[in-house]
C-alpha cells in the first residue's frame, strides 16, 4: 500500500487533491511509551505541510523535537450498504504522510503558512481579515513536514457483493452519499453594528456542497 | 488536558457521545520508528471500542500484539471567523482514547462486536443484513480497547476577539455552520429488481442533519 508520491496509481495530483479539500488533519507522532493522535487545522503549499500550535503546547514541542510524525486526512464520501453485514464499508479518500515535521523560523515563510492556514479555511479570507501582528506571530509555531513518503487508502464504488452469490438475497445493497455544506452565517455577538457578511462566505454558500 | 472519564468537564458521557457520533476513527500506533495514523470504521460497547480488520492486516497485528494506541474521534461544527487572521479557528468535539488493544476470541462477544459495526454505520441494519458467516468471522480479527484512559480536544462558540481592539475593526466575524448530510441511495447495479430501499435508509433520510 505505501509507495512514493510520485509513482503508483495513487499519485502525487491526488494526493494533493486531499490534503487541499480536507479541513482537519489527524497528526500522530508517539510521546515517550504511549502513541497520540490529535486533530489540528493545516494547510499545503507546495511540497510542504505546515501545522501550527501554540509554542507552550507539548505536541508541537515533540513535533518541532523531530518525532517521527503521521499526517493522516480523510474525505467520507458514503456509506456501503452490502447484502451481507461482512461486506459493509464506507467509501473514503485517506491520505497518509509519513516523516517528521521541522520548525519554520523564516519570517516570510511563516507568513506565507498563516496565510494558507487562512485561505485554506476560506479562500478570500487573507484579504479581508487582520494580518498577524508581531505578538500573534511570537506566541506561535508554525511547523513544516515535507511531502516525501506518502500513502493512501481509498475505498471507492459499490458494495462488493454484486458478484457473489449473495446477490440472490432479497437484501436491498447500494450506496448512500454523506454530502457536507455550510449553514447560515452567524455573526459574532460583539459584531460592531452596519458590518455585512464578507464576499469569501458568501461565494462559500454559492459552492456546490461536497 | 487529559482526565480520567469519569472526572473534569468532559466527562464520560460526553466522551461516549462523541465516539457514538462519529463515522471514522482515526487509529494511531508505531511501526518501528514510524508513526502511523490510519481511518477506521469502528464501534462502542459499553466501555469498550471495537475494531476490525483483516487477519492479514499489518496494522491489526501490529495492534493485537499490543503496540500503545490513540483512537481519535473528531466531529467538526464550523468555520470559525474572526477579525484577525491569526483568531481563525474551526469549531468541533474531539475524543482520544489511550491504551493497548486486545485480540477478541469470544465469538459470542465477536458477534455482538460485528453487530455493532453494522448499526453504527446504519441503526437497524443488522437485521436487514446477511449474518456474518463461519468463513468471514474467521478472516477478520476483532479487537477491543477499554475506554480507561481518554481525553478530549474542544472548541465551540464565536471568535475570541470580541472583547479585543479588533472588534473596532471593520472585519466580519463569526461562524459558518458546517453540515453533514445524506443524499439520494444508488442502488448496486447488480441489484435484483423488485427490491425497495430498505427502512433503515428511509428512517436515515428523513433524520435532521448534523
Known amino acids: ?20 479539500r480536507g479541513l482537519l488533519a489527524h497528526v500522530a507522532f508517539a510521546d515517550g511509551d504511549e502513541a497520540v493522535c490529535i486533530p489540528m487545522l493545516y494547510a499545503r503549499v507546495g511540497d510542504t505541510v505546515y501545522i501550527h500550535g501554540s509554542t507552550a503546547s507539548r505536541a508541537v514541542r515533540l513535533l518541532a523535537a523531530g518525532a517521527p510524525a503521521c499526517v493522516t486526512v480523510t474525505l467520507v464520501h458514503a456509506l456501503v450498504l452490502a447484502r451481507s453485514a461482512f461486506e459493509h464499508s464506507a467509501n473514503y479518500d485517506s491520505v497518509m504522510v509519513f516523516g517528521r515535521f521541522a520548525l519554520v523560523e523564516d519570517e516570510a515563510e511563516r507568513l506565507r503558512a498563516f496565510e494558507a492556514f487562512t485561505e485554506k479555511l476560506l479562500p478570500g479570507r ?11 506571530l511570537k506566541a506561535t509555531s508554525i511547523l513544516a513536514l515535507e511531502i516525501d513518503e506518502a500513502s493512501a487508502k481509498v475505498r471507492s464504488g459499490g458494495p462488493d457483493d454484486d458478484d457473489s452469490e449473495d446477490a440472490e438475497l432479497d437484501v436491498w445493497a447500494g450506496i448512500v452519499p454523506i454530502v457536507s455544506s455550510y449553514g447560515a452565517p452567524t455573526a459574532s455577538p460583539g459584531l460592531r453594528q452596519g458590518i455585512p457578511v464578507p464576499e469569501s462566505v458568501k461565494r462559500l454558500l454559492r459552492a456546490p456542497p461536497g
Open 1 to 20: 500500500m505505501r509507495r512514493g508520491p510520485k509513482k503508483g496509481r495513487y499519485d502525487r495530483a491526488s494526493i494533493d487533491d486531499v490534503l487541499d
Open 126 to 136: 487573507w484579504d479581508e481579515a487582520r494580518r498577524p501582528n508581531a505578538k500573534e
